[in-house]
T-cell receptor
Framework: AQKITQTQPGMFVQEKEAVTLDCTYD???????LFWYKQPSSGEMIFLIY??????QNATEGRYSLNFQKARKSANLVISASQLGDSAMYFC???????????FGAGTRLFVKA | DTGVSQNPRHKITKRGQNVTFRCDPI?????LYWYRQTLGQGPEFLTY????????KSRLLSDRFSAERPKGSFSTLEIQRTEQGDSAMYLC???????????FGSGTQLSVL
């Protein structure tokens, strides 16, 4: 069975600083994908970044990077140069390659302080 | 690309009533998902369609829930005899068969009184 664990219910960061949101996962699938989504107060889930389990390099998308440590089964999201608009819920998610469903963690609420 | 559209945005109903939600996925997306999200939690998988075929349904989904996707286009999620525990945000998402990235709609917020 697959499982995603996000142990930080809430995080605070000062504007313009970097922040790391933790995510660990468990799966028996040999090939899988890891995702991060952002959910602002408006409610819509927004895709941020994707990492395939066989990708050699950590994924980056603008100010977002995914710190993938396969042996530790962790896929932490790093947001550099935080902005006030980054305040939102952040969800780590996983799906088996070629599989049907994507499962989500419980989320981390990020507060960016001015 | 008009995005994933969900209607209604909000639904208030009395316990015991039936409700139906609609999702219009991105037109070229053949895979469609329904998720349920309660306050402070991550989305919980409900069911999945590939074209018109419902390929997976969560064991957590009671018989009061049914979903359809006729002709592989829009989808409906019906909840019969609603209960207060059904109050949640119901999210629809779609994707292509090649890219596992999900595109979400804005959701339908259900309140059962």
């Amino acid at each position: 069975a697959q499982k995603i664990t996000q142990t930080q219910p809430g995080m605070f960061v000062q504007e313009k600083e970097a922040v790391t949101l933790d995510c660990t996962y468990d799966t028996s699938d040999p090939s899988y994908g890891l995702f991060w989504y952002k959910q602002p107060s408006s409610g819509e889930m927004i895709f941020l970044i994707y990492q395939g389990s066989y990708d050699q390099q950590n994924a980056t998308e603008g100010r977002y990077s995914l710190n993938f440590q396969k042996a530790r089964k962790s896929a932490n999201l790093v947001i550099s140069a935080s902005q006030l608009g980054d305040s939102a819920m952040y969800f780590c998610a996983m799906s088996a390659t070629g599989g049907f469903k994507t499962i989500f963690g419980a989320g981390t609420r990020l507060f960016v302080k001015a | 690309d008009t995005g994933v559209s969900q209607n209604p945005r909000h639904k208030i109903t009395k316990r015991g009533q039936n409700v139906t939600f609609r999702c219009d996925p991105i037109s070229e997306h053949n895979r469609l998902y329904w998720y349920r999200q309660t306050l402070g939690q991550g989305p919980e998988f409900l069911t999945y369609f590939q074209n018109e075929a419902q390929l997976e349904k969560s064991r957590l989904l009671s018989d009061r829930f049914s979903a359809e996707r006729p002709k592989g286009s829009f989808s409906t999620l019906e909840i019969q005899r609603t209960e207060q525990g059904d109050s949640a945000m119901y999210l629809c998402a779609s994707r292509t068969g090649l890219n596992e990235k999900l595109f979400f709609g804005s959701g339908t917020q259900l309140s059962v009184l």
